[in-house]
């Protein structure tokens, strides 16, 4: 029996890429999963999708860069189905641009979503996993947590901070399962706002060897299904070809 099987795994940014093959592939091993996104066509889609075939699922809008929003979205996970095992906070945006261009809008919006919008997912579910004595949270960082690039200051530092919420969560509490995923180049819906040409441009060229999401859903699922004393801290998932 798969460590994955029964729990409920609740996932953040599910309506595209990597939250939604993520929530595909742990409904597919058993788990119940709770996705949420702000297009809520798409979540009803991918609820069907899993329910057609076998799987458990439930669907709820959410927009990170709202606290409250983020708690409506975790009570409704706990109404439907009683607790929550596992948080995916896999929301986030990724407008990149030269500081010089100062696209201040855009860079409050990256520290609204990626980091406080993980944030507002950790208050949301720590109180009761704390309670109950498990649980597990899982922040999906980036490549740029470890590697910068031009255009991308902005962005990595939010996905630096990301790394080190998720270490010190994990250091204050040993009764919490803490996982850090870090991708490299993934061909999602990531970077479609980008508004800088220099920097799509260099978005275009990387994507020459990106991963599919399917890749970083999988190393979700190894995280989630080690046994309840093994703790998988950090996994970076790079395409096998990249530089970065």
Request: charged fraction near 25%.
């Amino acid at each position: 029996m798969s460590n994955i099987a029964g729990k409920v795994i609740v996932i953040t940014g599910a309506s595209s890429g990597i939250g939604e093959a993520a929530a595909k592939l742990l409904a597919e091993r058993g788990a119940k999963v709770v996705v949420g996104a702000r297009r809520t066509d798409r979540l009803e889609k991918l609820v069907a999708e899993i329910k057609a075939k076998g799987g458990e699922a439930r669907a709820h809008a959410v927009d990170v860069a709202k606290r409250s929003s983020v708690q409506e979205f975790v009570a409704f996970a706990n109404w439907e189905f009683g607790k929550v095992d596992v948080l995916i906070n896999n929301a986030g945006v990724m407008p990149l641009s030269p500081m010089e261009a100062l696209k201040v809008d855009e860079w409050d919006r990256m520290l609204d979503v990626n980091i406080r919008g993980v944030l507002y997912g950790i208050a949301a579910v720590l109180p009761d996993m704390k309670a109950r004595g498990a649980g597990q949270i899982i922040n999906v960082a980036s490549i740029g947590a470890h590697v910068v690039v031009p255009t991308a200051a902005v962005y990595c530092g939010t996905k630096y901070a990301v790394w080190a919420i998720s270490e010190g969560l994990r250091q204050e509490n040993p009764d919490v399962r803490v996982t850090t995923i870090s991708p490299g180049v993934v061909a999602t819906e990531l970077g479609d706002d980008i508004s800088d040409a220099s920097a799509k441009d260099l978005l275009k060229g990387l994507r020459k060897t990106a991963l599919t999401p399917d890749a970083i859903a999988r190393a979700i699922a190894y995280a989630v299904e080690q046994p309840d004393d093994v703790d998988v801290n950090e996994v970076i998932v790079r395409p096998t070809a990249s530089a970065f």
